[in-house]
């Protein structure tokens, strides 16, 4: 008898569970990424500094860590070098000058107002 029950409440509880997964929303189209667009969903900065410092802290705060793509990679500090080395630094990664993959989606997204921010903010972290 309560074997009984059990398998009904188990055929209950995947009814419901197969309902669910039918009734979830989906993503709206204008959201899904479209064939042949590229998007480095982790490398877009943004352009603020706020945003831009945030994404460089990740990888540049850290002493000693390494990148795990697109290989194994020390990340060079940062902090503390000339500001106008850290700009010719990311303007070379924007213009495809310096060919660092990582480097070159994330400075591709900022402006140079913000890559002067951040520039000044590094160059004057280390004094
Ligand atoms: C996903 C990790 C990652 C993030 C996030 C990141 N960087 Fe880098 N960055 C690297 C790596 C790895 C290198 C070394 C690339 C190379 O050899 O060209 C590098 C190199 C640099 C260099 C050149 C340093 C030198 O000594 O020549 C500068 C400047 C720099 N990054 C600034 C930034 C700024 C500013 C941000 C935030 C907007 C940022 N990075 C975000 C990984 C990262």
Request: charged share 20%; net charge positive.
């Given at each position: 008898?309560s074997q009984l029950f059990l398998k009904g409440f188990f055929a209950v509880a995947l009814a419901l569970g197969a309902y669910s997964a039918w009734a979830q929303p989906k993503p709206p189209?204008?959201?899904?990424?479209?064939?042949?667009?590229?998007?480095?969903?982790?490398?877009?900065?943004?352009?603020?500094?706020?945003?831009?410092?945030?994404?460089?802290?990740?990888?540049?705060?850290?002493?000693?860590?390494?990148?795990?793509?697109?290989?194994?990679?020390?990340?060079?500090?940062?902090?503390?070098?000339?500001?106008?080395?850290?700009?010719?630094?990311?303007?070379?990664?924007?213009?495809?000058?310096?060919?660092?993959?990582?480097?070159?989606?994330?400075?591709?997204?900022?402006?140079?107002?913000?890559?002067?921010?951040?520039?000044?903010?590094?160059?004057?972290?280390?004094?």
């Open positions: 008898m189209a204008d959201k899904a990424p479209k064939a042949g667009e590229s998007r480095p969903a982790t490398t877009n900065a943004g352009d603020s500094f706020d945003n831009a410092h945030a994404l460089c802290i990740g990888c540049h705060g850290i002493p000693g860590y390494k990148t795990a793509y697109p290989e194994v990679y020390h990340v060079p500090l940062i902090a503390g070098q000339q500001p106008g080395y850290i700009l010719s630094a990311l303007k070379a990664y924007k213009s495809g000058e310096r060919s660092h993959p990582t480097m070159r989606g994330i400075a591709a997204s900022l402006s140079e107002e913000t890559m002067k921010q951040l520039a000044d903010y590094y160059g004057g972290a280390g004094k």
